[in-house]
């Protein structure tokens, strides 16, 4: 319907340290469409969030964003001192613009009506990431920004939470970039996956990328790092080589215990 | 309670009353954004606020206030930088402009300089110009930050999501340590220098435990700031104990008492 993206960075570079964190990443986000960057830990997904967000200068390359856009932003980590006594309302109340009757819509429509009153010091993970959720929704987003929105949260609510957001996009008729290091859990919420390692290594529809050799060899490798999570059970077949391959190396070292071990951990 | 009716403690009384209500939001937000060691910097700074008032023939209040301002302008990228921790960096500075200030006053000539009372404040110095000062910095400061409450608490819980939802962070930041710079300026001559951060730090502490929300424990803070130096003034009296020190042990001694008060929710 409309021709103009709602945000587009093009050509970003970034580099901390003399380490390239990203390497000439473009890409558009376009109105109503759930994009969903995936990557290793490390491959810098959080910032390039933050620089398409403004909170990050790129060192080359530039975010265009559409006049006025709202973006609605939920943080991967937002640490709160615990000296100040703050209520989930109270935290709500300081989204700017927001109004008592947002404040109560929002609540209910997450579920998390009861928490009103709660101190935010004394929710779970899971809670938590639902009062984010909620601050991000108040602003009224064209462009909703969701880092790791699952962390901490138990596996039942991770599958609500990633039902809840293409509800919610329809909702509000707005656009979700998401940040994941899980392509199988977004799997069916998602329209686009990026798969970033420093830059792009693929990106399509979510099962095309599933299959790409880059997406393979990324998340093989991760297998192989040990921060592999209990999700990734399919991708195993790929990974046998790496795994293999370790074994043997034990076994050179005279280590025949460690394949029952292995064997266990798998 | 009082023998022989003197006013002369009517002034300090007053300064310190009026600072103890500036200092509690003022102190709520140090403490909720860490930044204990900040106003530590600019206390100990604001003795080279002093150096320049005796070089200059400015008034002395005003040239401690510029001084005062100017260092925290000049800090301001610290403070920013020390949310992401930056211990040894603020440690240095902070020891260092008090270093640099006690060498700079001893260097300037022919003015003999108490410097008992700039380390622990000095109570006969206050005078009405002083409370003049308090009583327009206490106005500025309540009025700053009652008006602004939401914008500076939003930006304090999370500079982030302030900035994103089209709030002006730097500014804010600004304003807030501006203010604070104030207060710690005209603070000196009550508890002097090396008890500042206490007077910020230890209400706001003690209010924790009775408040649930913000706005509650800026205003508990700043009622737990005025007995402190009610209290503290009155056995300065009394006892002839010195007058800061005996503020800040009042204000310890509430922060232990409320320690005791049961945790709700």
């Not at chain 1, 420093?198 to 399509?204: I, L, M």
Request: with cysteine; aromatic share 6%; proline share 5%.
């Amino acid at each position: 319907m409309t021709s103009q993206p709602l945000l587009e960075g093009k050509d970003l570079c970034l580099s901390f340290r003399q380490r390239k964190v990203l390497d000439n990443i473009s890409l558009t986000v376009n109105a109503g469409q759930i994009i969903t960057l995936i990557g290793p830990n490390g491959c810098g997904k959080s910032t390039l969030t933050k620089v398409l967000l403004g909170l990050q200068q790129p060192d080359t390359g530039s975010v265009r964003t559409q006049r006025n856009l709202r973006i609605g932003y939920m943080p991967q980590h937002l640490p709160l001192d615990e000296r100040m006594p703050l209520t989930v309302s109270g935290f709500l109340r300081l989204t700017r613009r927001s109004t008592r009757a947002d404040i109560a819509h929002w609540l209910e429509r997450l579920n998390i009506s009861h928490l009103g009153e709660q101190s935010v010091h004394k929710l779970s993970g899971g809670e938590w990431q639902r009062v984010l959720l909620a601050r991000a929704l108040l602003v009224k987003p064209q462009l909703l920004v969701l880092d790791e929105p699952v962390q901490g949260v138990d596996v039942q609510g991770q599958l609500e939470l990633y039902q809840l957001i293409p509800a919610l996009r329809d909702e509000l008729g707005c656009a979700v970039l998401m940040v994941s290091h899980d392509l199988h859990l977004v799997m069916s919420a998602t329209d686009e996956v990026i798969c970033l390692n420093g830059h792009v290594c693929c990106s399509g529809h979510p099962e095309t990328v599933s299959a790409d050799p880059a997406y393979l060899e990324l998340f093989g490798k991760r297998l192989d790092d040990g921060i592999a999570y209990y999700t990734h059970h399919h991708d195993h077949e790929h990974c046998d080589h790496d795994h293999g391959h370790e074994h043997t190396h034990d076994h050179s070292n005279n280590h025949p215990h460690d394949h029952t071990q292995s064997k266990q951990h798998d | 309670m009082i023998d022989g009716f003197d006013t002369w403690w009517l002034m300090p009384l007053a300064a310190g009353l009026l600072l103890a209500v500036s200092a509690g939001p003022l102190g709520s937000f140090v403490v909720w954004r860490r930044m204990a060691f900040f106003g530590d910097t600019l206390a100990h700074g604001a003795l080279l606020g002093v150096t320049f008032g005796v070089l200059t023939d400015l008034n002395p209040t005003l040239a401690l206030v510029l001084g005062s301002v100017a260092l925290a302008l000049v800090l301001l990228p610290l403070q920013l930088a020390s949310r992401l921790s930056a211990d040894t960096l603020l440690g240095i500075v902070s020891h260092g402009t008090l270093a640099i200030g006690l060498v700079a006053l001893s260097l300037t000539d022919g003015v003999r300089v108490d410097l008992m009372g700039y380390l622990f404040g000095d109570l006969l110095a206050i005078n009405e110009d002083h409370v003049l000062w308090l009583i327009a910095s206490t106005v500025l400061t309540l009025t700053v930050l009652i008006v602004f409450w939401d914008s500076i608490l939003a930006v304090t819980v999370s500079p982030e999501l302030a900035k994103i939802e089209g709030r002006p962070v730097l500014l804010l930041d600004l304003v807030l340590i501006m203010l604070l710079a104030l207060t710690v300026a005209l603070a000196m001559k009550v508890v002097g220098i090396l008890l500042i951060s206490a007077l910020l730090i230890m209400p706001p502490a003690a209010a924790h435990a009775l408040s649930r929300g913000p706005r509650r424990m800026a205003a508990i803070a700043s009622v737990i700031g005025i007995v402190s130096v009610a209290v503290g003034m009155w056995s300065s009296f009394h006892w002839d104990t010195p007058a800061g020190p005996s503020i800040v042990v009042t204000a310890m001694l509430l922060f232990v008492a409320s320690l005791l008060v049961p945790r709700r929710n």
